[in-house]
Each structure stands twice: as structure tokens, then as C-alpha cells.
């Protein structure tokens, strides 16, 4: 039994024998810590004709990356980068800090390989020398990224078989499940994904739901008064709001109501992090993120100017095997990216709900101070997919623990679909609330419920 497991430990060493040779093999960061892990980037070409390629970077585990899983992590926007906003600002191993990198103590990559993908083509360092394509859709989105798996496992063969995990946040409730989808179907004629979960991170997933329920939200928190708040949900619905919006047909009434909304709630409250002081400098240069309202809900966080003076310096570029092509900088949003906006009124649940049934692993998890994809909406999504598939609650409501502390709350239907709130966690759940999001991407990494009592 002892030579077996000594042959089994040489075979594996071999299978994932550092890859010092390997033409994506990040050296060193400028400023950056010392590490034991290996970190990879580059480009994976997706389309050989019109040239399009998609940056990523990768960061294998802190410890036995090996035997850990591999988790593909998605920003939304549409348009945002996880390079910049997953990676260096959420739940990555370093964050900008002038010319130099810190670390994060409570980086993703101490329970997985970490995968993060620039996409579509135009968001980042991600291009195409081809723009005879006017625009991006959901459907152009999910066939890249298949492609990019695809080939990205001839770079990185050795993870082929590793446990898959697909996680992001936002408009990545349109990417993941649709990726998904395409991998299951995939691998109906040829086993290549070895899928095991998706995790979304306060995503939209229905959009009449996920929308509407902002009214309450603002409401609730003392955002509007009484009165915007009837106007509100009376004169304003969102199930035809997109539509309407570009079609030049949004009622006069519900303009009103929706600059009263702006004025009542303030331009000084970050709409994606309730509680959170804004950062005064960067109120007038804030990141773009889909909203049909052009000139509300914006990122604002100071840390983002860190990270786009940080990834636009030339040595950092050249470090990471990045360059720029047709555009003049890097930013955390892209602004050449025409994507379809009508997409976001597809709804997605659906075909979450048929990757339950395929027995891959579902959490949808929100940070509770988040106003634009609110709780409540994502809450009642989980709960009436789960009638619709007649799963038994196997967890009932109740709180979950990260060491002494609450760490939000939980529910678990059937053995696939489970939904948990981050406590104090902002729209980007791992930035605001690291330690806590940790935790919970841990367990849903292991298949266990979350933590039901604390730790000393």
C-alpha cells in the first residue's frame, strides 16, 4: 500500500512539475511580495479568423495545487474587467498599493487555482483585429469563453481533470449559467469539463425581479421617502423598463420618479455598498456598469485608481505578457464595447434550474448592503426555482458563522441549490467583506453548509 501511494504522489509531482518553462509564466509582479505559488498569463486565441483573443490570468493554489480545484471567476458589467476588479480588487492575492502589491490575506487562491478571464473581446487586455462585429451578445459571449476553456487546457493540460468551478458576480448571472450550459452540452459528445458548481455572487438573474425589488431596498434602508417610494413601485416597472428606456418610449412619469429616486438617495451614497464612505476624488471618474439610467449606480471605490495606474504602467504589462490593441489604456470598464443591453431582460434562472437537475452544485450568495441587485429579489428567485423543482428545504433558514461572528444568513434546498447572504457585504461581496466570503466560497468548494456555530 506504501509504494502504491509513493507511485501515485511521483506521478502526480511529474503531472504538475513546475512549469518554469512555460511562455505564459508571470516572473514577478513589479513590487510585488515574495510567493511560493506560480502565476501564468497571457492570451488564448478564440477565433483564428477574426483574430480574437482573451486575456487571463492565472494563480495556481498556495498549497498543493495539485490536488485543489479550479475555479474560472467572471466580473459582469457588461464590460468590467477581473483582471482589475476580481483579481485585484475581490478575492485575488495582491492589491495595488501605489507602485507596489500587498497581499491579501484572504485570497481565493488559498482553497483553489484561480482562473481569471478578461471577457468579451474589447473588455481589458482581451481584442480582436477584426471589427467588422458591431455587437457582443450573451450567446457571442458563451461560445468564446467555451472556446477559451477549450484551448486554454492545451496551455494548462495537467488541470484538465481537476474538480471545474465557475464563480462571479452581476452580469455574470447571464455569463456563468449560459457557459454552463454550453459545457454540459459539450460534454454529452465529448467528456472534457469536469464541472462541479457555479457560485453567483448578487447576479442578475431574472431582471423584472432582481430590479423591482430595488424599491423596497431603498425604502427599507432609508434611501426615499414614503412618498417616492409608492411612486416608485406604482409608475415604474421594470419588466418593460430596458425596452422602453431605448426605444425612447419611457413614460414621463417614471422619468420623474426615477430622477426623484437619484436626487433622494444622493450621488454621495455608493448604491452598491450602502454603508460605505465614498471616496470624494473619484465621484466624478467613476467606473461604467450596466444600468439603463447612463448617469447612476457607479463602482466607487478609491482602490480603483490604484489599480488602473497600477496595470497601465509598461513594466507591469510586460510582466503580465499584456498589450494594448485599439485602445490607448487599460480600464476597469471597457467603453468601446457594444454589447446588446436588451439581453439582460433574458432571464437565466431557468437554465439554472436545469443545471440542478444536472446534479452541478448551485449557490447564489448576496452581500446584503448591495441596492442594485438587492437580496430580496435574488432570495425569492432561489426559493421559487426550488418549488418549481420540488426540492425539500434541507437547511432551513438560518445563520451561518465566519469565527465568532454572523456571517449572514442561509437556506439549502435538495442537495444542488442553496442561497446565503454575506453580512456587511457590499455588491462586490469578497472586497468588502474578505475574511467572511472566504468562508463561504470554502464551503461551497467542499459541498458542506455553511459554518452553523463559531469557531474559537
Known amino acids: 500500500m506504501a509504494m502504491v501511494i509513493l507511485l501515485c504522489f511521483l506521478v502526480c509531482f511529474m503531472h504538475f512539475k513546475p512549469s518554469v518553462s ?5 516572473i514577478q509582479l513589479p513590487g510585488q511580495p515574495h510567493v511560493g505559488f506560480q502565476q501564468f498569463s497571457g492570451y488564448v486565441t478564440v477565433d483564428d479568423k477574426k483574430q480574437k483573443g482573451l ?5 495556481e493554489a498556495e498549497t498543493s495545487p495539485a490536488f485543489k480545484p479550479l475555479v474560472l471567476w467572471l466580473n459582469g458589467g457588461p464590460g468590467c474587467s477581473s483582471l482589475g476588479v476580481g483579481a485585484f ?9 501605489g507602485p507596489v502589491l500587498i497581499r491579501n490575506e484572504h485570497s481565493w487562491n488559498k482553497e483553489a487555482n484561480m482562473l481569471y478571464l478578461e471577457t468579451p ?23 468564446d469563453n467555451l472556446v477559451f476553456l477549450r484551448r486554454w487546457f492545451l496551455k494548462f493540460p495537467q488541470y484538465r ?43 442578475v438573474l431574472e431582471y423584472a425581479t432582481d430590479f423591482n425589488s430595488r424599491a423596497e431596498y431603498f425604502w427599507s434602508h432609508g434611501l426615499v421617502s414614503d412618498t417616492t417610494y409608492m411612486m416608485f413601485t406604482s409608475m415604474c416597472n421594470y419588466s418593460r423598463y430596458v425596452s422602453e428606456y431605448y426605444r425612447d418610449s419611457l413614460s414621463p412619469v417614471c422619468s420623474k420618479v426615477m430622477s426623484q429616486v437619484s436626487r433622494e438617495t444622493s450621488r454621495f ?33 478609491c482602490v480603483e485608481d490604484e489599480i488602473v495606474n ?18 490607448n489604456k487599460w480600464e476597469v470598464c471597457s467603453n468601446i464595447l457594444d454589447y446588446e443591453l436588451l439581453n439582460i431582460e433574458l432571464p437565466t434562472i431557468s437554465i439554472v434550474g436545469t443545471l440542478v437537475e444536472e446534479g452541478i452544485l448551485v449557490l447564489v450568495y448576496s452581500g446584503d448592503q448591495d441596492s442594485v441587485i438587492p437580496l430580496t429579489g435574488s432570495r425569492s428567485l432561489v426559493h421559487k426555482l426550488a418549488k418549481q423543482l420540488r426540492l425539500n428545504t ?40 474578505p475574511e467572511r466570503s472566504l468562508v463561504l466560497f470554502k464551503s461551497f468548494l467542499e459541498g458542506k453548509p455553511l459554518p452553523e456555530l463559531f469557531s474559537t
Open 89 to 97: 480588487s475581490e478575492n485575488g492575492p495582491f492589491r495595488p498599493k
Open 22 to 26: 512555460h511562455p505564459d509564466k508571470i
Open 310 to 327: 497600477y496595470l497601465n504602467q509598461k513594466d507591469v504589462q510586460k510582466a503580465l505578457h499584456a498589450r494594448l490593441i485599439g485602445v
Open 394 to 433: 434541507t437547511v432551513p433558514y438560518r445563520v451561518w458563522f465566519s469565527g465568532q461572528q454572523v456571517g449572514g444568513w442561509t437556506q439549502v434546498y435538495g442537495n444542488s441549490l442553496s442561497f446565503a447572504t454575506v453580512r456587511g457585504a457590499s455588491h462586490e461581496a469578497p472586497f468588502s467583506q
Open 55 to 59: 486575456f487571463y490570468y492565472f494563480v
Open 121 to 143: 473581446v474589447g473588455v481589458g487586455f482581451s481584442y480582436s483585429t477584426d471589427t467588422s462585429y458591431v455587437t457582443v451578445d450573451d450567446q457571442m459571449t458563451a461560445r
Open 269 to 301: 451614497v455608493d448604491k452598491y455598498d450602502v454603508t460605505l464612505d465614498v471616496c470624494i476624488p473619484a465621484i466624478l471618474s467613476q467606473s461604467k456598469v450596466f444600468s439603463p439610467q447612463q448617469n447612476a449606480e457607479k463602482i466607487d471605490v
Open 161 to 203: 481533470n481537476s474538480s471545474l468551478f465557475l464563480t462571479g458576480e452581476s452580469y455574470a448571472g447571464h455569463y456563468i449559467p449560459q457557459l454552463a450550459k454550453l459545457m454540459v452540452e459539450f460534454n454529452k459528445k465529448e467528456k472534457l469539463f469536469n464541472l462541479k458548481g457555479i457560485a453567483l455572487g448578487n447576479p
